[in-house]
């Protein structure tokens, strides 16, 4: 054989072998086997029972159809129960009185057989009554007692039997019961048309398990399918959001534990989403606000370079300013950035808070005094605080930095403590002018300014109240902002007094 021809075959029988495995590795399949799997079994042993206990009930039914042919044999146990003092102990004592007895009263139904070869029309009857299975009547009838012992008849009992009650002048209703004339199940098979009759019903039973099967293994079929669909899709869109696409969605038509499941990954996707547009809005704004620096101070120095300006203190002072700007918000990003390592909290301790702000105020009075601006503070005595002193002092700094600059002289700025029971609030108030309502959402927001009143010519990183946000949300804390009663913005802090 050719070695292509070769190749060829065994590629194929690869790419069947592949087939193979991913059909048996399949969850559809281990689905679909396990479920109808376990419809078979469930059917089978339904079928199973059904036989047993039709056939049980088959020859009970026969049995009770021949018991009812000694109506006189009973009546006769039963007068004959009073003549003798011990019951029934004759025909205890003497099986051939029993028998005797039994071939007086019998009455066998009439069953139409043609003679065998030999025998005499008119010839003298068997010497018993023919019964079921080539078994006689006295090889299965059996007299009883009140307690269920056995008084005459065949010994041993097979696992059917069926017994009917002999009672005093024979009439159950109102007399007591004396004993029980049983009789069991033939050892030997039943007749033909028994078993014809048993076969038909076995057959019935057998084409009802076949479509309990069939409409079991459709069920598993659907059943599979539904739970596998969603799957598929999950799947699907894991794949998809592995390759950085979070934009698709699964539709969720499901109100079930997948469908749960389904509507958690959409609600991941879109949080990845909006994950990936912030973190791409932080590297954009990042950089342009890094670039604005940068700039300045290179012009700065170009300009010296090309002797157009003179590298006098002004021109040093513009391009301290800049080195300035640009190292607060690199100390910004850094401390943002330590935030969401949840390193930023590393020395907590008891401190007094009111001590905190007054040493801060301390260093920006003259900074808002040179702005004409008016520092009133209400706060009590003292204000016991498990925090970072140095992060607290940071935020209530940014707070006045930014109050000093976005507020109009003369103006005021107002801070303020409140004692709230399991808590510290702080809040900072300063005179207008104030954002704009719909301004106030973002403005914790990274680099986000309302163009309208704080614009970048004020100056700033865009990140003081970000930092603020962290900081206080490290410590346990919460911050947000509103409208202030003085006019302009109003920065509330709660501050929990015990530690995290």
Not at 59 to 78: I, K, M, V, W
Not at 145 to 158: D, L
Not at 465 to 491: M, P, R
Request: proline share 7%.
């Amino acid at each position: 054989m050719p070695m292509q021809d070769l190749r060829a075959s065994f590629l194929h029988i690869c790419v069947k072998v592949d087939g193979m495995t991913r059909i048996q590795s399949s969850l559809a399949v281990r689905l679909f086997v396990a479920i109808a799997a376990t419809a078979v079994v469930v059917v089978a042993i339904m079928a199973l029972l059904v036989a047993l206990s039709m056939r049980d009930g088959f020859a009970r039914y026969l049995l009770r159809g021949e018991l009812s042919r000694f109506d006189d044999l009973t009546l006769a146990l039963a007068q004959d129960y009073p003549a003798a003092p011990s019951g029934w102990a004759s025909l205890a004592a003497s099986p051939e009185a029993w028998g005797e007895l039994v071939r007086q009263k019998d009455t066998p139904p009439v069953r139409p057989q043609r003679p065998a070869e030999g025998d005499q029309p008119g010839g003298p009857p068997p010497a018993g009554p023919p019964g079921m299975g080539g078994m006689s009547i006295l090889e299965r009838l059996i007299l009883l007692g009140p307690a269920g012992e056995r008084i005459a008849g065949a010994p041993g009992q097979s696992g059917v039997i069926e017994r009917r009650a002999i009672c005093a002048g024979g009439d159950c209703a109102s007399g007591a019961v004396l004993g029980y004339l049983a009789l069991r199940a033939p050892l030997a098979d039943v007749s033909g048309g028994d078993q014809f009759f048993l076969r038909g019903q076995y057959a019935s039973l057998g084409l009802a398990a076949l479509i309990a099967i069939a409409v079991s293994a459709l069920a598993a079929w659907f059943v599979s399918r539904q739970i596998l669909i969603p799957i598929r899709h999950l799947a699907a869109g894991a794949k998809t959001m592995a390759a950085g696409n979070y934009t698709a969605r699964i539709p969720q038509d499901r109100t079930d534990e997948l469908g749960q499941l389904v509507g958690h990954y959409n609600a991941l996707a879109a949080t990845l989403e909006q994950t990936d547009k912030a973190e791409r809005e932080w590297m954009s704004n990042t950089s342009h606000e890094l670039q604005t620096p940068l700039a300045t101070l290179r012009a700065q120095i170009e300009a010296v370079q090309d002797g157009i300006r003179v590298p006098n203190a002004l021109t040093m002072s513009a391009m301290h300013s800049a080195v300035l700007r640009l190292s607060r918000l690199v100390q910004d990003i850094k401390t943002l950035s330590h935030a969401r390592e949840g390193g930023m909290t590393a020395t907590m301790r008891p401190e007094d808070l009111c001590h905190i702000v007054l040493d801060v105020t301390e260093v920006v009075k003259p900074h808002l005094a040179d702005k004409g601006l008016t520092l009133s503070l209400d706060m009590p005595s003292t204000a016991p605080l498990i925090c970072d002193r140095i992060r607290i002092g940071q935020v209530i700094d940014n707070l006045m930095q930014n109050a000093a600059r976005y507020t109009n002289a003369p103006g005021t700025v107002r801070l303020c403590i409140f004692d709230v029971e399991t808590a510290f609030h702080l809040t900072v108030d300063d005179t207008p002018p104030g954002p704009r309502p719909e301004d106030i959402p973002r403005l914790f927001e990274r680099f986000f300014r309302a163009e309208s009143s704080r614009s970048r010519a004020y100056g700033g990183s865009g990140l003081g109240l970000s930092v603020c946000q962290a900081i206080v949300e490290s410590h346990g804390g919460t911050i947000s902002a509103s409208l202030s009663e003085l006019g302009g913005l109003c920065v509330a802090i709660v501050l929990p007094k015990a530690p995290l």
